[in-house]
């Protein structure tokens, strides 16, 4: 597709269920990216794919945090027990691969609102 | 870990005024520098990025970047109320992601 495709546009869960949240990335972007945007906060990067593979997690909560980008299939973010801090906007971007540290363009999908009560 | 600074505002400015958004960065190798606007419950979309040292124009946008000082810069001019949003900036990591500043929050006043 043309843009990032990000769903469900908002979640609502009660503390200790599980959020699964889902991006399609850009044709032909083999990069994904994972961020979160807390009350309108900084972005904090969690997770980035390339194609299949894992690229960098720096940002990822180990414990209830998980992700994945499975051929054929959008990726998933998926929080496991979520807690009431993990209420959120969670952004979704893709972008075309390029030469290290000299950057992209990245494009965002429209986010998924996390509310955990 | 690089890090990215922004003012996080509000700045307020009238209509028709120049707004001026300043970012400041710590790592002396980056080479790229975006800036992002984010309307309020939205994604952010990107306005314009720079890779030379000086000014680029795009419309009412300006980008300065001034790599000796690690600072670059936003100008928006005859600022609009529909100008009012978060502006962000980022620089590329070296893998392929991206560090945001904080944002700053600009208000353009009819």
């Known amino acids: 597709g043309e843009e990032v495709a990000q769903t469900p546009k908002h979640l609502v869960r009660g503390e200790g269920q599980k959020a699964k949240l889902y991006c399609a990335p850009i044709k032909g972007h083999s990069y994904v990216f994972w961020y979160q945007q807390v009350l309108k906060n900084e972005f904090k990067f969690l997770i980035s794919?390339?194609?299949?593979?894992?690229?960098?997690e720096t940002g990822m909560p180990k414990e209830r945090f998980s992700a994945k980008c499975l051929p054929n299939s959008p990726c998933s973010l998926e929080i496991q027990a979520t807690k009431l801090e993990d209420s959120a906007v969670y952004f979704c971007a893709s972008s075309r691969p390029t030469g290290r540290g000299s950057g992209n363009t990245i494009y965002f999908g429209e986010g998924s609102w996390l509310t955990v009560v | 870990q690089k890090e990215v600074e922004q003012n996080s505002g509000p700045l307020s400015v009238p209509e028709g005024a120049i707004a001026s958004l300043n970012c400041t960065y710590s790592d002396r190798g980056s080479q790229s520098f975006f800036w992002y606007r984010q309307y309020s419950g939205k994604s952010p979309e990107l306005i314009m990025f720079i890779y030379s040292n000086g000014d680029k124009e795009d419309g009412r946008f300006t980008a300065q970047l001034n790599k000796a000082s690690q600072y670059v810069s936003l100008l928006i001019r005859d600022s609009q109320p529909s100008d009012s949003a978060t502006y962000l900036c980022a620089v590329p990591d070296y893998g392929q992601n991206f560090v945001f500043g904080p944002g700053t929050r600009l208000s353009v006043l009819p």
């Open positions: 794919f390339q194609n299949e593979n894992v690229f960098d």
